[in-house]
């Protein structure tokens, strides 16, 4: 929708393109999408981002302002990110009108079902990560005689070991641009741990999540709309988004969901080629391993398929692995791509791989806290320059996240004071996933006109929705692809919040939703029960 409404204001006279931007922020169709429609067979949604929460009067408040959707960064409009977009800003009013009148609906709360947020949703942080940044952040109570039987010694020692690293024990202070020195060294320890083979601390950046380390590497390898990323589809928003904003082009390839998600090499050289014969240079390749939000698991001989072309078609390799702690099948196992290219025989000079990792994810969840890192491996000296110089533009990522990273990477070992209490709460979150996973699966299945995958990993499910005839042109009336159309009366029904795939991309003519497995294990008979008795009532109210 952004990018007609881009496309076609730059078509209007300054009036028309006055009186399209009100029609927007309105809510209803002008003269201006009647006669597009009348010469289309497009179904034009009228929405635009969130305006669901514009108060339409203030678009004429503004029109003498010098910032207007006509004068702003094309870009910024083509940009979508559907994970927080209309479905969550419905989910918040209700959630306001639920405040204001206790009772008005036949749910008492909002379910937040659409995002990779597990501790908004009831997890409780890992106690051993929790004690070293507290003492990191006041290290002044690690002189007080009541500390030692308030924390445990080994989160003690780690944080004393921490504050050594940093200059003047200052957690408020800025550090290294990519991050400090000592909190790499064990990043890069725990990288060689996992994957047999060594790992450099100056190949590591410590960002703010993974998502600045996305866009940093969009930023350095986008220089126009004729440079491509290859990118799976379905996908997760980050990526279409830093793409568009960045000026380049999305190249598709499509997942295939009758071999569970299934990566065809097959598939990439036919999209190599077609986005080759329109002029598009592509850059790199992006993998979603395990996948968000498919949730599939590569093998290992895909994997070194994978390898083999992007060295053949001398592509970078972006590799999300955010979610490499999250396996739930006995049959799967994660290997992140620098192992197996190791394993391959491929060093530095054979293959560019930049690998991200999070501290949102896995059994730690603590997506607030804002920490990750880019492992950037196979690029010449001045390539390294420019990246380091992008870093420091942002001055350095937070303390709190870098300190996390390095925790996630090297967490308490055997005959640590820690290390039963710390394996007992990770066995436990990433067990009772498992069965989540597992018990929404089943109910999906179950469900008249929905099939789902199983979860390998990851923390979603990503089902398939066969919508009737009759709730498709229900949603055209209403101006919304059919599984958002699904979604809203989802949410409006049961107060769940799921994300429609179209947010995703899909397949043409294929529906699905993404729906998350974090609720907590008392919470999810509930959420059956609610998906279960609204499925049926949507599926008998618009039967053919």
Known sequence: MRR????????????????????????????????????????????????????????????????????????????????????????????????????????????????????SLGQQPITFFREVLALCDHPTILDRAETQGLFSADSIERAFQILDQIPGRATGAYSHSQGIKGLRDTIASGIEARDGYPADPNDIFLTDGASPAVHMMMQLLIRSEKDGILCPIPQYPLYSASITLHGGTLVPYYLDEATGWGLEISEL?????????????????????????????????NQKEIVEFCKKEKL???????????????????????????????????????????????????????????????????????????????????????ILASLVMSPPKVGDESYESYFAEKDAILSSLAKRAKTLEAALNSLEGVTCNRAEGAMYLFPRIELPKKAIEA???????????????????????????????????????????????DRIPAIVTRLTEFHKGFMDEFRD
């Open 475 to 521: 949603a055209k009336s209403a101006n919304k692809a059919p599984d958002a159309f699904y979604a809203a009366r989802l949410l409006d029904a049961t107060g769940i919040v799921v994300v429609p795939g179209s947010g995703f991309r899909q397949v043409p003519g294929t529906w699905h939703f993404r729906c998350t497995i974090l609720p907590q294990e």
């Open 269 to 301: 050289k036919n999209q190599l080629e077609a986005a080759k014969s329109k002029g598009i240079s592509i850059r790199a390749l992006v993998v979603i391993n395990p996948g968000n939000p498919t949730g599939q698991v590569l093998s290992e001989s």
């Open 4 to 119: 007609f409404l881009a496309d076609l204001s730059r078509k209007l006279t300054p009036e028309r393109r006055k009186n399209l931007v009100t029609c927007v922020l309105q809510h209803r169709t002008c003269s201006l999408f009647s006669s597009f429609q009348s010469q289309s067979s497009v179904v034009i949604p009228i929405r635009f981002l969130n305006t669901a929460s514009v108060d339409p009067s203030m678009a004429s408040d503004y029109s003498g302002s010098p910032v207007t959707l006509d004068t702003i960064n094309i870009k910024v409009l083509n940009c979508e990110y559907a994970v927080r977009g209309e479905i969550v800003t419905l989910a918040q009013k209700l959630e306001q009108e639920l405040k204001e009148n206790p009772g008005s609906r036949s749910f008492d709360e909002i379910l937040y079902c659409n995002i990779g947020n597990p501790q």
């Open 316 to 402: 970078v390799l972006l590799a999300d692995e955010v979610y490499q702690e999250n396996i739930y099948v006995p049959d799967k196992q994660f290997h992140s791509f620098k192992k197996v290219s190791r394993t391959m025989g491929y060093g530095e000079k054979d293959i560019s791989l930049v690998s991200f990792q999070s501290v949102s994810k896995g059994y730690h969840g603590e997506c607030g806290k804002r920490g990750g890192y880019m492992e950037v491996t196979g690029f010449s000296p001045d390539i390294r320059e420019q990246i380091y110089k992008v870093a420091s533009v942002n001055l350095c990522s937070n303390i709190s996240g870098q």
